[in-house]
């Protein structure tokens, strides 16, 4: 360390020792030596003057992350502030961890989500869109999803299509397999709210208990289902996928609405009609305002 203000460094004295982008309070033990600029001699001291070199303990009052000088100028690198003038008063490398401060590990900070999303400045959520094929979950949640986007959100879209193509291209259509295939992006969901993110999820989802499990996965307040509600009939015409016509040709068994149950849900945070009447931004902009009055968007 050394010292540069006129006041000589006090051992015990609080100061403020600003490394890398941290300010933490600190002190300083008594020097073990000062080191003598013309012969190179380690002296005695009991304290630092200005213009003095010491090597000395330095203390600070929560952990915080450095390397060694020797290994990174940035992080071991530090300079002292006066808590009452503000001043820069010392400058000073970091040898080393002394023993008594081994057992504090990186382990010991908790990066929790809280921790996460304050990073983000989010809530985290997950928008859980559920409907029938052709009823515009895709549809509505990329308006969403672009709208969060543009007001500064972090987002990620996981919709049908995608997760069959990969992580779930091993399951098919039956009961079983389609819980499966929910069950797993669920769990999705769960981890990247944990990262902080603000989730859509488009999935037909059947079925009342998956959509509960998924429910039951998050906090309080954290899954936001929203019924995508155009009808079976308007969802048919559409057929956006030709996929109607070939379940009705019988080319394609459990699909959902021909041959396989969809279940509504009984009490949705929203419910859009899609079938035509409202348009599409219009269904995007209920879901935003929805997200917003229950304090999920702050921006
Ligand atoms: P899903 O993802 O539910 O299978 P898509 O979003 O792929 O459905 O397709 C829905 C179709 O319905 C799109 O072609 C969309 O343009 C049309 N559509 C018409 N009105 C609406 C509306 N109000 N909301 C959503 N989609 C609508």
Redesign the pocket.
Known sequence: LVWMAEEPLVPGRQYVVKLGTRSTPATFSTPEYRIDVNTLEHLDAERLEMNEIGVLGLKLDRPVPFDPYLENHDMGAFIVIDRITNGTVGAGMIRSASRAAGDVHWQNLEVDKAARASLTGQKPAVIW?T?????????????VEKRLHSMGHHTFAL??DNVRHGLNADLGFSDEDRQENIRRVAEVAKLMDEAGLIVLV?F?SPFRSERAFARSLLADGEFVEVF?D?GLE??EA?D??GLYAKARRGELANFTGIDSPYESPEAPEVH?????????E???EQVVEYLRSVGILTR
């Open positions: 869109f409907g029938l094929s052709g009823a515009g979950k895709s549809t509505v949640s990329n308006l919709d049908g488009s037909i995508v155009a308007v969802a559409r956006v996928k859009l009609n899609t079938s035509g009447a409202v348009s599409e219009d269904c995007a």
